[in-house]
T-cell receptor, first 116, second 109 residues
Framework: GAVVSQHPSWVICKSGTSVKIECRSLDFQATTMFWYRQFPKQSLMLMATSNEGSKATYEQGVEKDKFLINHASLTLSTLTVTSAHPEDSSFYIC????????????FGDGTRLSIL | GQNIDQPTEMTATEGAIVQINCTYQTSGFNGLFWYQQHAGEAPTFLSYNVLDGLEEKGRFSSFLSRSKGYSYLLLKELQMKDSASYLCAPMDSNYQLIWGAGTKLIIKP
């Protein structure tokens, strides 16, 4: 149980392109989903917390107009990197948590984004 | 502030036992999670402790002392596939996980 699917797993695109990443909880309802970014050999950095039906809460330093998050249902959240630039190249990982607060976050497989 | 302290890197031998220590400070506490992360992959959940004591799950065990702000992950009968980073992640009063850089475990034959 507790499977989270993230798509796509790898994206290579030109600078200025917008990229959408999907995160789905396959066998449970996720009221809360989290979006992380991880640069090589660094720790996970929380970008935003997304609650179903409400606006995402962004961490300090994360531009909400650049990283658009939508969490329209209990099983789907999307992250759109708008007008991506080479410095946005990173490993983006989503996680989802079951309804109760103290359950583990289950991670998707991540999306490796490379902007040329 | 909130912080986590784990060794940056550890080395152990295949078949041996290794203990990865973690000390933490958080605003409130709702348990502590351990995750495993192989290079280039997303983290996977290993264990959760909310009460003091030892939780055993196969070759992996996790211990918590809330009064000391201390946890450890014990790995027995080490296998080469256990080479990975191990992340200690306490959960604060807002049910947010606090992430450190983790401990990179290298297993040698």
């Amino acid at each position: 149980g507790a499977v989270v699917s993230q798509h796509p797993s790898w994206v290579i695109c030109k600078s200025g392109t917008s990229v959408k990443i999907e995160c789905r909880s396959l066998d449970f309802q996720a009221t809360t989903m989290f979006w992380y970014r991880q640069f090589p050999k660094q720790s996970l950095m929380l970008m935003a917390t997304s609650n179903e039906g409400s606006k995402a809460t962004y961490e300090q330093g994360v531009e909400k107009d650049k990283f658009l998050i939508n969490h329209a249902s209990l099983t789907l959240s999307t992250l759109t990197v708008t007008s991506a630039h080479p410095e946005d190249s990173s490993f983006y990982i989503c996680s989802a948590r079951d309804l109760t607060g103290n359950q583990p976050q289950h991670f998707g497989d991540g999306t490796r984004l490379s902007i040329l | 502030g909130q912080n986590i302290d784990q060794p940056t890197e550890m080395t152990a031998t295949e078949g041996a036992i290794v203990q990865i220590n973690c000390t933490y400070q958080t605003s409130g506490f709702n348990g502590l999670f351990w995750y495993q992360q192989h290079a280039g992959e997303a983290p996977t959940f290993l264990s959760y402790n909310v009460l003091d004591g030892l939780e055993e799950k196969g070759r992996f065990s996790s211990f918590l002392s809330r009064s000391k702000g201390y946890s450890y992950l014990l790995l027995k009968e080490l296998q080469m596939k256990d080479s990975a980073s191990y992340l200690c992640a306490p959960m604060d009063s807002n049910y947010q996980l606090i992430w450190g850089a983790g401990t990179k475990l290298i297993i040698k034959p």
